[in-house]
């Protein structure tokens, strides 16, 4: 982009009455931002669902001041930025309507053909969503995904510090600029994420963390990723609402389950009830309901490989049990070999990620 085609994105940013789909929808009629500027607000009335009201304050000097500021603070601090219409605007991103026009970025981010899962979830983590988390983690990594959260307390720091730990890129979307971080506490892990993965923001130097920008943030978490985890969440909160715009975006959602008289578990119960989210006991789980493409792994073992692959006791019974009972279902499996469906669930997809058992439609397994 050039310099006048940055400042005029980031005028329009900055102008209170329009939005991104407004910003968006000028832009595509105008075949720039800087041509907007150069365009009359009588002529641009014309454009469908575009009036005055939206238009005041179009052309008020103090907003191309404040662009024109930002632009140097992002020239001077080497800023990345990435352009809704630009190709390495991130592809899942870009079909959100409301998506930003302008992201900043900063760390080592690479989000070309990658699966992504955002992870969102109360600030009072509790044993048991803490232990999901470290399961999922462990489950999921050979698939290495992109881990995308809040970089808040409690869930979001949780599972990105976990991916960190399992050498999974992680991507933390802030409610407010670049220049500093939210919480404070969080500092120290800014570096590992920066090393592998970083941050994104669609705020200004400018911004602080407002209450509002964290609900706007949280439309980022959702549009980025393929799937949206809820891990755990009280009847309301900000993660409910990731979940809502994930919804909107027909992007698939998750919920782990909970008791019902756990308060942190209410939300992610209430999400599974009315249908607004898949069940979700283990990595597999989700793996199967995205048809995430596993050959590249089975590729990789040949059958010689197999022949001397380790698998533990609970491993062996099931193997064992498929070889002389052929396909069976998820279900049966379980009965059969007297296991919880979330550990053989788990388990399968363990065997499944070794290359000696392959999943067939309609929820069955069979050994190789």
């Known amino acids: 982009m050039t310099e006048p085609e940055i400042i005029a994105a980031l005028r329009l940013q900055a102008i209170p009455n329009i939005g991104d789909i407004t910003a968006k929808k000028l832009i595509a009629h105008c075949g720039s931002a800087n041509a907007i500027f150069e365009d009359k607000v009588q002529h641009l009335t014309k454009i469908d669902g575009i009036g005055r009201i939206t238009l005041k304050g179009l052309h008020d000097a103090i907003h191309l001041k404040e662009a024109e500021a930002e632009y140097e603070y992002i020239r001077n601090k080497n800023v990345a930025f990435s352009y809704f219409g630009d190709e390495d605007y991130p592809s899942k991103l870009k079909h959100c309507i409301d998506g930003p026009i302008l992201l900043f970025c900063k760390g080592n981010l690479d989000l070309s053909n990658r699966k992504i899962i955002s992870v969102v979830g109360t600030r009072n983590i509790t044993s048991y969503g803490h232990a999901f988390c470290e399961a999922f983690i462990e489950q999921i990594a050979p698939l290495n995904p992109i881990i995308v959260s809040g970089f808040a307390y409690g869930v979001d720091i949780t599972i990105q510090k976990m991916a960190l730990e399992a050498g999974l890129q992680t991507i933390g ?3 407010h600029g670049l220049n500093q971080i939210y919480p404070k506490s969080h500092k120290k892990y800014m570096s590992k ?4 993965g970083g941050f994104i923001t669609e705020f200004w130097s400018t911004s602080n963390p407002d209450r509002e920008n964290f609900l706007k943030r949280n439309r980022i978490i959702a549009g980025l990723s393929e799937a ?3 891990v755990e969440s009280a009847e309301k909160g900000g ?13 698939e959602v998750f919920a782990l389950p909970g008791r019902s008289t756990d308060k942190f578990s209410k939300g992610c119960n209430d999400l599974i009830k009315r249908q607004k989210a898949h ?9 199967y309901l995205l048809g995430w493409d596993l050959e590249e792994k089975k590729e990789e073992s040949s059958i010689q490989k197999r022949l001397f692959v380790e698998l533990n006791q609970i491993e062996q019974y099931i193997y064992s049990y498929l070889q002389m009972n052929g396909k069976q279902l998820l279900d049966t499996v379980a009965l ?12 399968l997809f363990s065997m499944e990620m070794k290359g000696v058992i392959r999943p067939l439609p ?3 397994f069979e050994a190789i």
Do not use: F, Q
């Open 228 to 230: 949206t985890i809820v």
């Open 336 to 347: 059969e070999c007297k296991l919880p469906i979330h550990k053989t669930s788990s388990t």
């Open 239 to 251: 993660s409910l609402v990731t979940a809502d715009l994930a919804n909107g975006y027909d992007r």
């Open 362 to 364: 309609g929820k069955l």
């Open 279 to 287: 069940m979700l006991t283990s990595a597999a789980e989700l793996v």
């Open 173 to 175: 979307c802030l409610a």
């Open 193 to 196: 994420v920066e090393e592998n």
